[in-house]
């Protein structure tokens, strides 16, 4: 639906190499015959299922394929130019920087390989904003943890505002939140926003409770956090009471298993309470969709109007970690937009 497609979009929740289309796996595949990977392997087609832990293997797979600095700057530049085709008018990337001993990349240069991209994809007028996340994956623990944030403070400092904050994700059923405490307790301290994954599996519950104390600046699906689910009322009141918005991710959620069907989405609970909750895509490549089929599943799931999705978009500026005169430049260009389309 073209509606959906011309909305302008806010897009919040993105893993880098999540979000690696179709078309540049054909390229990245031509760049690494050697590796027998299929497209099979790379990404969960309609109607499919995996298990959440299926969906991990998947990302080792593409890591096989994007392993040196070129790699990186075609797929940041393609999945950025992709965003906003899909009229995204402003993207928080978020990715792991990895160190590959076999090409010499290091984690630094990973960094830089991102912000260059996103710098080439503005001087050459493409029109979206793109900001950086860096991420820990929780899977490397307390030191990497820490190492990271590192990382991210210094091009924080260096980046022109174009790294704004910190992302926690990776596998939920490894570790415990309670050993990457220190590392989230010092990004926050430095000025880094914290965009956390919590309560994606059930387990999870106590963890959450302890990071809600940060308070992060977001929370990644949060699908197990309300009592229907298992969470409880505490949880709840906590995200309510520090006002944490929520990025949600309604294919990811079903295709990976952690939501029974799109009519059970937690969207649901949190929309109805009117807490701040953001459709997001979460990895666009791997469970194949894009920000306007999510916000068009969302409207015909749980029977929004036009005027309901429009604003769901709008309220997702409220949500960004840019600063202040970013989101006013965002709120006049929605405002620029609505006469277009209504
Ligand atoms: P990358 O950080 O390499 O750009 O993107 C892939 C990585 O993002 C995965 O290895 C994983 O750490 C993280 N990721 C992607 N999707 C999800 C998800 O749904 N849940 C969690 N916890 N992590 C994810």
Redesign the pocket.
């Known amino acids: 639906d073209v509606f959906y497609r011309e909305l302008p979009k806010v897009e919040l929740h993105a ?4 979000s690696v289309s179709f078309q540049t796996i054909e390229k990245l595949l031509k760049r690494k015959p050697h590796l027998n990977i299929e497209h099979s392997m790379t990404a969960i087609g309609k109607g499919q299922r995996r298990t ?1 832990d299926e ?2 293997q998947v ?2 797979v ?2 096989q394929l994007v392993d040196t600095e070129e790699d990186i700057l075609m797929v940041a530049i393609d999945v950025i130019k992709e965003f906003a085709a899909d009229g995204v008018k402003y993207l928080e990337l ?3 920087p ?1 160190a590959e001993k076999k090409t010499g990349l290091t984690k630094k240069g990973y960094i830089e390989t991102v912000i260059k991209a996103i710098q080439q994809c503005k001087n050459e007028g493409v029109d979206i904003d793109v900001r950086f996340l860096v ?1 820990i ?3 490397n623990g307390t030191e990497v943890a820490m190492e990271t944030v590192e990382l991210a403070e210094e091009f924080m400092l260096s980046s022109h505002g174009v790294v704004v904050g910190l992302d926690l ?4 059923t490894v570790g415990h939140g309670r050993d990457l405490l220190p590392a989230l307790q010092r990004a926050k301290n430095c000025g880094l926003k914290l965009s956390l ?1 919590l309560s ?1 599996v059930q387990s999870q519950l106590e963890e959450t409770d302890l990071l809600l104390n940060l308070p992060p600046d977001r929370i ?2 949060g699908t197990f956090m309300h009592p229907e689910v298992g969470g409880s009322q505490s949880v709840v009141d906590k995200v309510i009471k520090n006002n944490i918005p929520l990025e949600l ?1 309604l294919t ?1 959620n079903v295709k ?1 298993q952690t939501v029974l069907n799109y009519s059970k989405h937690h969207f649901k609970y949190w929309y109805q309470l009117g807490h701040p909750s953001v459709i997001c895509t ?2 666009k490549g ?1 469970f194949c969709t894009d920000l306007s089929q999510e916000y068009q599943l969302a409207a015909s799931t749980f029977g929004l109007s036009r005027e309901a999705v429009w604003t769901l978009s709008q309220q997702a500026i409220d949500c960004i970690f840019a600063p202040e005169a970013v989101k006013q430049q965002l709120r006049q260009k929605w405002t620029e937009l609505h006469s277009q389309l209504f």
Do not use: M, Q, Y
């Open positions: 893993h880098l190499n999540g959440l969906c991990f990302f080792k593409i890591h978020r990715s792991t990895r991420a994956d929780r899977r994700s990776g596998d939920p994954h994606e990644g699906h991710c990811s990976g979460d990895d791997v």
